[in-house]
């Protein structure tokens, strides 16, 4: 059982930056990839980025540049650092954490989501 806090949401104008964070709780032993997805109206929810536990990440081609995601395994906290806001990065920002249950088994827990709005 793992549970997951995020943080870091807000308005900011077109170009600002905001930092998301997560924080994982519980049994937190057996977390593998986190990550962060976004959910407009309407739209299915995407991947934003992700990361290995042995660091490796990976960008939606739509955040390459702009975003860095990053984690602290020894707080198991995951971040998002976003830089040169577009009003089309507007959205509920999502926590994932997947977690290893056995041999080629994993769960995936999720935040409560976040808001974060890009507008002048």
């Known amino acids: 059982q793992v549970q997951l806090v995020e943080s870091g949401g807000g308005l900011v104008q077109p170009g600002g930056s905001l930092r998301l964070s997560c924080a994982a709780s519980?049994?937190?032993?057996?977390?593998?990839?986190m990550g962060w997805y976004r959910q407009t109206p309407g739209k299915l929810r995407e991947l934003v980025a992700t990361?290995?536990?042995?660091?490796?990440?990976n960008y939606a081609d739509s955040v390459k540049g702009r975003f860095t995601i990053s984690r602290d395994n020894a707080k198991n906290t995951v971040y998002l650092q976003m830089d040169s806001l577009r009003p089309e990065d507007t959205a509920v920002y999502y926590c994932?954490?997947?977690?290893?249950?056995?041999?080629?088994?994993?769960?995936?827990?999720w935040g409560q989501g976040t808001q974060v709005t890009v507008s002048s």
């Open positions: 994932n954490v997947r977690m290893t249950i056995t041999w080629g088994v994993t769960y995936d827990y």
């Open positions: 990361i290995t536990s042995g660091g490796s990440a």
């Open positions: 519980g049994s937190t032993f057996s977390i593998n990839t």
